[in-house]
């Protein structure tokens, strides 16, 4: 090629390739309403104009995603039918084997959604909980049957596409995904349990997340996503936006049990209004490479937080966790807690920011992360971080990178438990004060045997 | 001793592992079962290393002679077989598990004692766990709360002997058990302790203490004084009343007298 010629073709965009591109963006368009199809158009914009994320850039310094990511390899996974609209349901019996052994699993639950490569196959709520107006159904149906409530909350406030590359591009390619409403003082007792598998390699998968829970509402939502070993790499894109508006109180639970070359890139914003509760807890378990980037804002007065996570990592899985607490209304409260542990060639990144923003008086703010150390090849970086604006404001970050200690191993094996049942204990106990902080049903259990599979396997 | 000793220590030297601080200096010791022997000494003397030596921890290492537990050289052996084999060492310093319960811990160290298909009842483990709890005057709800995670000096000791009522050695090692706790919970651990030896008669006990106190409670057969890693004087009980009247001035004098040579 010669210099001119350089010149005068102007370089494609990063990330376009032959099954990822504007053609894919208006195929999704076209039969949706304009301010949907309008909102796609405007999304794959940015996403062309954003340059895919590098190590230069600060918060993705340690997840080289040029190198752990093949866009080119990868084919968007089909959408919902046509007329799936309509005719939504499935009985259980046609999903996949591993999704059905994955809910078999769950408790009692308000409702289910389940889905498969991103699109929704499944759904069923209570009647009486219909009958109070609470809405659990999928984004396409969604579409048609609210549109007013989709308009204004999805991929608007909560992840905008200028929020970064990869939220452009699912706000452009998403096929499908859950939508979650709450109407004012209702209560869900039991929680909505939403079980995705991602059924094979060479796929790129969009999908997205929306609950709205009014004043006073009161709901938890279990998301749990799981595949087999993949025989090439995959993307799964979520991309999850709860709101809680005045005293609602929510809580999201993300579980992710990938397989070995799954690429899992999470997004996930809560806007919490005064007085709400809006409690988060991500377990990151499988793929090979998970970021997750969690942002929390505290908008309204008295707005509360806690934030969970929870990570196991072995061979050489690679989590990114990136964290941030925005407090922008005075008296709110957060309270993140991360706990990894890392055996083999494992790492994980973790990162997070607390923003007292001008006016927050009255804030409290907590973040610590704790990784241990299981491998001498494991490695864990921590990075957290403070930004305050405000006068009158309790804050504190912590962060500890450690070995198992060698006086405990001793100890218990000074009653008789051999090396590596010493080792379960000692890492079930550390990650199980994330755990007892959430008492979920049925989630202590899940992601407890998860854990100890892992440990049994590694 | 008529039979043969249920631990016989003979000649063993020992220092910190990969460093060059020798810590037990040739120390020989003779337990018989269903004995209660004593070792006193003052402070940095090298009874707890003795103690960790025993009971395998991997910071020590024996350097010289042999520690035999029924005839079979334990040096050998890990901390698990150890322990496996009927050997229980009451720490001096408890170690904190977080998130660990008092109940897993127990239940997973008797699990491991259990064939490949064998299968603990849990409604057995429960009743002792809560038997012995009530013996050592412990509220059950200790049984559900981390593993010495915020406890006070007292309850860790405490919760030894709980671990050692539950787990029932063979040979019982206590360090200082006694230091720490109040005179109330001195009294209750050493019944304890008493009622298990009515149980089992050929339970051994060695204990490490400072104080005549415990052993108003808990009678030794014989008392030995450990000074600068040697085991320097053997007896009676009455070993221990003179200790009480006139410290280790004495030994500590010989030592210096011999350094001095
Ligand atoms: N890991 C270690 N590194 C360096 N020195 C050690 C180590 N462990 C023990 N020592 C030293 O060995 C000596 C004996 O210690 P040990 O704990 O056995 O004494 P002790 O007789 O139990 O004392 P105390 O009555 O105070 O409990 C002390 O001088 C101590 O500082
Ligand atoms: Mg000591």
Redo the contacts with the bound molecule.
Sequence with gaps: MTEASVIETSAPAEGVTETLNREAVERAAAQEPTWLAERRAHAWDVYERTPLPSTKLEEWRYTDVRRLLDLDALTPAPRPEAGTGEALLEGLDGLPAGLRAVMAEDREAAGHVAIVDGCVRHVDLSDELARQGIVLTSLARAVQLHPELLEEHLATHAVPPEEGKFQALNAALWADGVFLYVPAGASLDLPVRVSRWLSGGGLAVFSRTLIVAEAGARVSFVDEIVSDDLDAQSLESSVVEVIARDGAQVQYVSLQRLGHRAFYQAAQRTLAGRDATLDTLNVSLGASVARVDLNARLLGPGANSDMLGLYFGDGDQHFDHNTSQDHEAPNAHSDLLYKGALDGHAHAVFRGIIRVHEGAQGTDAYQTNRNLILSEHARADSLPNLEIEADDVRCSHGATVGQLDQETLFYLMSRGIPQQPAERLVVMGFLGEVLSRLPLGGVVDKVTRAIEVKLRHG | MSQSPILKISGLTAR?AD?D?E?LKGVDLELGEGEIHAIM??????????A?VIAGHP??EATGGQVLFRGEDVLEMEPDERSQAGIFLAF?YPVEIPGVSIANFLRTALEARLDGDEELDLFDFQDLLLERMEMLDMDPSFAERPVNDGFSGGEKKRNEILQMAVLQPLLAVM??TDSGLDIDALRVVANGVNTLRKEHPEMTVLL?T?YQRLLNYIRPDYVHV?VDGRIVRSGGPEVALELEEQGYADWKDKEQEAAAV
């Design positions: 910190v460093e601080i810590i000494g003052p402070n940095g003397s090298g009874k707890s290393t003795l960790k910071g020590y001096q360090d200082e490490i400072h450990m």
